[in-house]
């Protein structure tokens, strides 16, 4: 039933708990656990002001060296506990549902697991959540994990 895990990470503590939840959807599934980590669109330079090329491409860079490391590091997590599981790795950039959400569709995912942030009044209303846009526009399943 969930042969296509699509396993969103970001910087929270909540990680290690949605990585686990995914590996074991894997393990009993027989599936494949996708892990995802989309990190800020790479910014351009912005003229007139006194922004290099050079500090634009090393910002843009480090971007994507965070998000492949904290990737690195939840693959790991995962293989400490499920040896086993088949893992693969992608960092992406824009928005974080956004692209999640076009990740998903594109690559028929079965179910996304997700992690909650927990916004709560005013705050969760003006704003939001990944998790809850993703649970509203999703082309498969959602797994929130609290």
Same mark, same amino acid.
């Given at each position: $039933?969930?042969?296509?895990? =699509?396993? #969103?990470?970001?910087?929270?503590? &909540?990680?290690?708990?949605? &990585?686990?939840?995914? #590996?074991?959807? #894997? ?35 480090? =971007? ?9 590091? #939840?693959?790991?997590?995962? =293989? ?11 960092? /992406? ?6 692209? $999640? ?14 992690? @909650?942030?927990? &916004?709560?009044? &005013?705050?969760? $209303? /003006?704003?939001? @959540?990944? @998790? @809850?846009?993703?649970?509203? /526009? ?9």
């Amino acid at each position: $039933m969930f042969e296509k895990i =699509l396993v #969103a990470i970001d910087d929270s503590d &909540l990680n290690d708990k949605i &990585l686990e939840a995914a #590996a074991e959807l #894997a393990s009993l599934n027989n599936g494949v656990v996708t892990i995802i980590n989309v990190h800020q669109a790479p910014i351009a330079p912005a003229y007139p002001y006194d922004v290099t090329r050079d500090y634009v491409k090393t910002v843009n860079e480090g =971007l994507v060296k965070d998000s492949t490391e904290r990737l690195e590091k #939840a693959k790991n997590i995962v =293989l400490s506990k499920y040896p086993d599981c088949q893992i693969k790795l992608q960092s /992406l950039a824009g928005n974080p549902a956004d692209r $999640m959400l076009q990740y998903a569709e594109e690559t028929a995912q079965s179910v996304i697991v997700i992690g @909650s942030r927990g &916004l709560r009044g &005013l705050k969760g $209303m /003006l704003l939001g @959540s990944v @998790s @809850s846009k993703i649970a509203q /526009l999703a082309p498969c399943q959602v797994l929130i994990v609290h």
